[in-house]
């Protein structure tokens, strides 16, 4: 009975030691393995959805891309030629008009033009045209003058701008401002 339980615990020890081995020698390294193939997959996971996220953001930012370049478009086809420049300075008295506002002058300022052609160089691709108007109405009817302008198929910013009243011409008021209009630089027409 001694050698049979002898023979037992050695039995035991060895299947112990057997355990032992495969569990430190084989299974240790495959779990610590499995666990970095699933950190790793996760990690490629992680990145799939940046990728995901990227091509969206890269789409958005296309779409951008494309309305600012109708925007440029845009502008650009608001740009005034010389020819143009008699129309436009017409269209802004006639605008005018409509909302009851008597213009009194309108000066279109060729020196600063020239100036601008000669500051800019043949470089410069587009020049600006003060125009000085002086002219008098009411003043809600300017105001609804000034946001008509937007509208107009040429660009047009503002400039200095007075505003006096004057109890002679009460309840109109006298009005001075700057409408600045825009003008490709075509170097081979000479002002």
Same mark, same amino acid.
Not at 77 to 89: D, N, R, V
């Given at each position: 009975?001694?050698?049979s339980?002898?023979?037992?615990?050695?039995?035991?020890?060895v299947?112990?030691?057997?355990?032992? %081995?495969?569990?430190?020698?084989?299974?240790q390294?495959?779990?610590?393995?499995?666990q970095? @193939?699933?950190?790793?997959?996760?990690? %490629?996971?992680?990145?799939?959805?940046?990728?995901?996220?990227?091509?969206?953001?890269?789409? $958005?930012l296309?779409?951008?891309?494309e309305?600012?370049?109708?925007?440029?478009? $845009?502008?650009r086809?608001?740009?005034?030629?010389?020819?143009?420049?008699?129309?436009?300075?017409m269209?802004?008295?006639?605008?005018?008009?409509k909302?009851? @506002?008597?213009f009194?002058?309108?000066i279109?300022?060729y020196?600063?033009?020239?100036?601008a052609?000669?500051?800019?160089?043949? &470089?410069?691709?587009?020049l600006k045209?003060?125009?000085?108007?002086?002219?008098? &109405?009411?003043y *809600?009817?300017?105001?609804?003058?000034?946001?008509?302008?937007?509208?107009?198929?040429?660009?047009?910013?503002? &400039?200095?701008?007075? @505003?006096?009243y004057?109890?002679?011409?009460?309840?109109?008021?006298a009005?001075?401002?700057?409408?600045? @209009?825009?003008?490709?630089?075509?170097?081979r *027409?000479?002002?």
């Open positions: 009975m001694k050698d339980v002898r023979t037992l615990a050695v039995a035991s020890a299947l112990l030691v057997i355990a032992l %081995v495969w569990f430190f020698v084989l299974y390294p495959k779990r610590s393995r499995l970095t @193939l699933q950190t790793e997959s996760q990690n %490629v996971i992680s990145l799939i959805k940046s990728f995901r996220s990227s091509s969206q953001e890269v789409a $958005g296309e779409k951008e891309i309305e600012l370049k109708q925007d440029l478009e $845009g502008t086809s608001k740009i005034l030629a010389k020819e143009g420049l008699g129309t436009a300075i269209r802004l008295k006639s605008e005018g008009k909302y009851g @506002l008597q009194q002058n309108m279109p300022d020196a600063a033009l020239a100036a052609k000669t500051k800019g160089g043949p &470089g410069a691709a587009v045209l003060p125009v000085h108007i002086k002219l008098r &109405g009411r *809600n009817s300017f105001g609804r003058y000034l946001a008509s302008l937007e509208t107009l198929p040429f660009l047009v910013s503002f &400039g200095d701008m007075s @505003l006096a004057d109890t002679e011409i009460f309840p109109d008021v009005i001075l401002f700057d409408a600045v @209009l825009y003008m490709r630089n075509d170097t *027409n000479v002002m």
